[in-house]
């Protein structure tokens, strides 16, 4: 198959931006390929979120990790869990520290009524990466089923984004969801006295990288086994399918797609509500 410049799989009758980024309406084919096949989405929601919260003074109580913190009167997690549970996926499997599950599990059922679907918890682990493997060996999936990543703290993901990953993901094994770049991208060096550049990108050239992130579960299986092997820790899921020689498609993500780390993301996602 051919590739486009950024090096994502490429069918010439097929519609996309500038830069090879599938827009989600191009990128959209029939969700079920199969009357059997499964699609899991996984939400790791195991990180303290340290950028957006403050440490407590003597005696006051510590702030809720940023998945927990409340989004219009309604913690993140739960906006998060309203889209996939609106969405074609027929499993949800949240990582969650070892601490927080019993509590999170109990305040979910003030929500039920937006969330029809069964939601799992498992264990999260100390970095993104694991969190993610414990939820994989917890899901029952055949190699074909489609198995989606998605950031606890990127509640305005749409349906439209969704379908369109888990579309790509079935015809080419992986796919993210991404905005092109808008900024120059440069290329640093660290030292002493600051950051130096040592190269600048072309834009056409470069995807900022959102959220879902869909695979193949042999695909991502594979990937995450020989990441383990090897001791390889990535910075996201694409990362480690990307190292197993597995190319990834790339569909148009959305600028409301935020991922809510600091006091600023969260100031943006209330205006983003109410809008």
């Known amino acids: 198959m051919p590739l486009c410049k950024m090096g994502i799989p490429w069918n010439p009758e097929e519609p996309r931006a500038a830069n090879g980024v599938l827009s989600p309406a191009n990128s959209r ?3 079920y390929l199969s009357p059997h096949m499964k699609m899991i989405a996984i939400i ?50 949240v990582a969650l520290r ?4 019993a509590d999170f599990q109990g305040r979910l059922a003030e929500y039920e009524k ?21 939820a994989l060996a917890a899901i029952d999936a055949a190699e074909e089923d489609i198995v989606l990543i998605h950031d606890a703290v990127r509640p305005f993901v749409t349906n439209e984004i969704i379908e369109a990953v888990i579309s790509a993901a079935q015809k080419y094994g992986a796919a993210i969801a991404g905005m092109p770049a808008v900024d120059t991208v440069k290329q640093v060096e660290r030292t002493a006295d600051g950051a130096l550049v040592t190269a600048t990108f072309p834009r056409e050239r470069v995807v900022m990288a959102q959220t879902p992130q869909g695979f193949r579960y042999g695909v991502l299986k594979k990937a995450f086994d020989e990441a383990t ?4 820790l990535g910075t996201d899921e694409a990362s480690l399918v ?3 020689g597995h190319q990834v498609a790339v569909v148009m993500g959305s600028p409301r797609n935020i991922k809510i780390t600091t006091p600023a993301d ?10």
């Not at 070892?98 to 599950?101: S, V, Y």
């Open 44 to 93: 790791p929601a195991a990180g303290l979120g340290t950028r957006m919260t403050v440490p407590p003074g003597k005696g006051k109580k510590a702030a809720p990790s940023k998945q927990f913190v409340d989004l219009g009167g309604t913690p993140i997690l739960v906006h998060t869990l309203r889209k996939f549970a609106a969405s074609p996926v027929s499993e949800i499997f």
């Open 29 to 31: 084919g029939p969700v």
């Open 242 to 244: 990307e190292r197993s």
């Open 114 to 134: 937006g969330i029809q679907k069964k939601v799992h918890f498992v264990e999260g682990g100390e970095h993104r990466q694991h969190s993610v493997a414990n």
């Open 266 to 275: 969260l100031e943006l996602a209330e205006f983003f509500l109410k809008s």
């Open 229 to 232: 092997a090897d001791g390889f």
């Open 98 to 101: 070892k601490n927080e599950i």
